[in-house]
């Protein structure tokens, strides 16, 4: 008999062809104030989770307990419990690499756009206010040859790195957990303490994952070390920063802009003072959102599942210890 999953993305139809082979499928519209009754009537018998974006909590996981896998259509894992699904024995599994290009695509998006002020001005090209020449106070600020600042040196910090480096003539500064003699090779990037970088990067790009070691890493003493000049960009999470201390700076000008694609809630609240600050440009956590991207995340999504399902140890499993914990205790032919 096949196993049976609860879907809560929409997939291409070659995806839920590849799906409906192996498993049975069953589809829950997650959004609207009934998305969560519906998931909760689902998912009893559930051998798979497959989706992005929900908090999957204790009482949620106790209907499932025949819970095998949770296939995350994202690289970031922060909305888990990992140490409960590993208890559980229930694998988690991501989708690194493939988003890579894309995620890094968007910081220098961010970059660009809040260095040139591309939104703001084209904004104001909208409403009709070019009637002249422009005056310096229209001016942005150079990218090339300045110095970009990128802490969490993964592997979409490295992609970032390569961006500026190569394409963009920046010194480059990095902060990690550990100096990474490689990319320093790769890129010329130079490894510096947190508060070394802050103080020296013109742009300083967050990309680190949301742990416990890196909730609010950005909070007013760390924006104070920041040049008046200097740009944030986070392409991480929210959380990575202190929102009210980054608002205050910017709304201070205490450093010249943020390009932000992450927010504490999202989708953003539509009063946030983020959004009255001309210095702010803000994109709905489009880091990964082009096409190409998307179906190569809900393909290596659709792969891990079934790997796990068929008793396979999947490709990007994050949850090592789960593996060990018994798993896997049935399988399916693929
Ligand atoms: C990811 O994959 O983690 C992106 O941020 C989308 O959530």
């Not at 970009?148 to 490295?158: C, F, N, S, T, Y």
């Not at 742009?203 to 890196?214: E, G, K, N, Y």
Request: charge should be neutral; include cysteine; charged fraction near 20%.
């Amino acid at each position: 008999m096949k196993k049976r999953i609860v879907l809560y993305k929409r997939l291409s139809d070659a995806l839920l062809a590849r799906l409906h082979q192996h498993v049975e499928v069953t589809y829950v519209d997650t959004t609207g104030k009934d998305g969560l009754a519906r998931l909760r009537d689902a998912l009893p018998g559930a051998h798979g989770l497959l989706g992005a974006s929900l908090r999957l909590d204790h009482s949620l996981l106790d209907l499932a307990p025949q819970l095998q896998v949770v296939s995350s259509v994202s690289v970031g894992v922060d909305n888990y419990d990992i140490a409960e699904l590993t208890r559980r024995g229930v694998l988690l599994t991501n989708t690194p690499d493939v988003l890579t290009e894309t995620t890094a695509d968007t910081g220098f998006a961010l970059i660009l756009a809040s260095a040139r002020r591309v939104v703001e001005l084209a904004n104001w090209v909208r409403d009709g206010h070019w009637q002249a020449n422009l005056g310096p106070s229209h001016f942005g600020c150079d990218v090339h040859g300045k110095t970009l600042g990128i802490v969490g040196m993964g592997r979409i910090g490295e992609a970032l790195a390569r961006r500026g480096a190569a394409g963009f003539g920046m010194r480059v500064l990095y902060h990690s957990s550990r100096p990474k003699p490689e990319v320093d090779a790769r890129h010329g990037a130079q490894y510096r303490s947190l508060d070394a970088l802050l103080s020296e990067a013109d742009f300083v790009c967050l990309t680190v994952p949301l742990s416990s070691s890196t909730e609010e890493l950005i909070g007013a003493r760390e924006l104070a070390l920041m040049k008046p000049e200097a740009i944030l960009v986070n392409i991480a999470r929210g959380r990575v920063v202190n929102e009210r201390a980054l608002i205050d700076a910017l709304r201070e000008q205490r450093i010249r802009a943020a390009g932000l694609d992450v927010f504490v809630q999202e989708p953003l609240p539509v009063d946030s003072p983020l959004l009255h600050l001309a210095n702010v440009v803000a994109t709905p956590h489009i880091g990964s959102a082009t096409q190409e991207t998307r179906e190569a995340m809900a393909r290596c999504a659709v792969e891990n599942l079934l790997s796990a399902l068929a008793g396979q140890r999947p490709a990007n499993l994050v949850n090592e210890q789960a593996w060990g914990n018994g798993q896997p205790n049935n399988t399916i032919a693929t």
